[in-house]
């Protein structure tokens, strides 16, 4: 029989479950943390990582991804954005269900599930997502973080645009309902006013401020009838943040994404439709407002909503251009580079990123330093900077939009479930993630 795995990291700046930053070692056995310490003595069985100069932060949770498989595998598959999650310290994450088929039953849920057995290098979750027919799979699939609904920007059988199927979905169980919140109506008719212009930037005005509003008053009223479990996802909006700080009941959670903390309208000029999203890229008063939010818990952590697409499909002219953008690699070096020109700390990158996800998700052992919790970790080098590279990256679609930007807090090594899955631009492939479960 085997001896238990163990890992030994010393000398680390260490993140502790109260934000404070402790110099020491710690140490994982069987997929979990078993101590931490000034310092640990080794045994002769422990693999050991010298982390002088380096700071240990949990690994990222990344609440909202789209992975592409199965169906849509020439932009992204569930091993090649596994990859690129390991490169950028993320070491579980939660995945949408708009891929083909879609994941509306428990059979397609399944399905996921053992793609990602085979073949994901970190920890994997995946959303069952909501239409108009499949109320008894909302109430019984498992295991799943939560009920995705499209209440706008979607087409086919996810699109749930009318407020009596939506109110169906919420009177019935008590699972969380993640919602992406836009007003289909208005973006149906605003499309009509701005119709034969194929300039990028139109998008924001098309899917504007008020049609994200209008969906998350919607989804909030619906939430506050039946006390149902309610997260916003990706929040772009001065107004949705105004609306949370006035009216945000417990049981209420909302994300938002780097881009629309650190991209505004007017990235369309420089980068054209790669700066295409869903919800648009706002102001930079709306970036403000969101970053005032987040620093004050109104909204309650990041997610990336990586969406990957080829070049040569975001090479279309408007609206034939594909929204969304790939993040799971520069989302933690973007917002600890953001930490170090003092807009946050640390301290409140490792809550937004790791800690309150895993508590808002009901995922136990997730998130922090301590004994116990899950040896899911990521050394990163706050004291040296780099650009965001091309050539670099390993997302299949191989750009992003945050490219040339100089960053720093990139992982140096990246730990899941105790094994080294991803150390100085090399990524051990042979690791395997497990299957998240939500309490």
């Known amino acids: 029989m085997s001896s238990p795995k163990s890992l030994l990291i010393r000398n680390a700046r260490i993140i502790l479950p109260n934000g404070e930053l402790m110099i020491g070692d710690v140490k994982s056995r069987d997929r979990q943390i078993v101590e931490v310490a000034p310092e640990i003595s080794n045994t002769t069985s422990t693999t050991e990582i010298d982390a002088q100069g380096l700071t240990l932060l949990p690994g990222v949770i990344d609440p909202q991804v789209h992975f592409r498989e199965p169906g849509l595998e020439h932009k992204e598959d569930l091993f090649t954005a596994s990859c690129a999650c390991a490169k950028g310290g993320v070491t579980s994450f939660l995945e949408m269900p708009n891929t083909r088929p879609l994941t509306t039953t428990q059979q397609a849920l399944d399905d996921k599930l053992q793609r990602a057995a085979n073949k994901s290098l970190v920890n994997y979750g995946f959303f069952i997502g909501a239409t108009a027919e499949n109320l008894p799979d909302l109430l019984l699939a498992q295991p799943t973080p939560g009920i995705k609904i499209f209440m706008g920007s979607m087409h086919g059988n996810l699109l749930i645009d009318q407020e009596a199927v939506l109110e169906a979905i919420f009177a019935q169980g008590d699972r969380l309902i993640a919602v992406h919140a836009e007003d289909q109506a208005r973006i149906n008719q605003r499309r009509l006013e701005f119709a034969n212009i194929h300039d990028p930037a139109v998008h924001s005005q098309i899917q504007d401020n008020q049609a994200a509003l209008l969906a998350t008053q919607l989804a909030l009223k619906l ?166 590279r091309r050539e670099e990256l390993l997302t299949k679609c191989g750009w992003s939009p945050f490219e040339g930007w100089n960053l720093t807090g990139w992982a140096v090594t990246t730990i899941v479930g105790g094994e080294v899955v991803y150390d100085q631009g090399r990524v051990n492939t042979q690791v395997r993630g497990q299957a998240l479960t939500f309490l």
């Not at 049981?251 to 938002?256: K, L, P």
């Not at 973007?334 to 640390?346: D, I, K, N, P």
Request: hydrophobic share 40%; net charge negative; charged share 20%.
């Open 223 to 388: 939430a506050k009838k039946y006390q149902r479990r309610l997260h916003i996802l990706h929040m772009s909006t001065a107004e949705e943040a105004d609306l949370l700080r006035e009216d945000k009941p417990s049981w209420v959670t909302a994300e938002v994404t780097p881009q629309h903390l650190l991209l505004n309208t007017s990235a369309y000029e420089k980068i054209g439709t790669l700066a295409q999203m869903n919800p648009p890229l706002r102001s930079p008063h709306d970036n403000e407002v969101l970053w005032q939010a987040l620093r004050d818990g109104v909204i309650d952590f990041i997610a990336t909503d990586h969406a990957p697409h080829t070049l040569e499909e975001k090479a279309q002219p408007y609206p034939n251009s594909p929204s969304g953008m790939p993040g799971v690699e520069t989302s933690l070096a973007l917002m600890l580079t953001a930490a170090m020109e003092g807009r946050c700390t640390v301290a409140q990158v490792v809550q937004w990123m790791s800690k309150a996800v895993a508590v808002a998700y009901g995922i136990p052992n997730k998130g922090a330093i301590a004994p116990g919790y899950d040896a899911d970790l990521v050394l990163v080098d706050l004291n040296t900077y780099r650009p965001v």
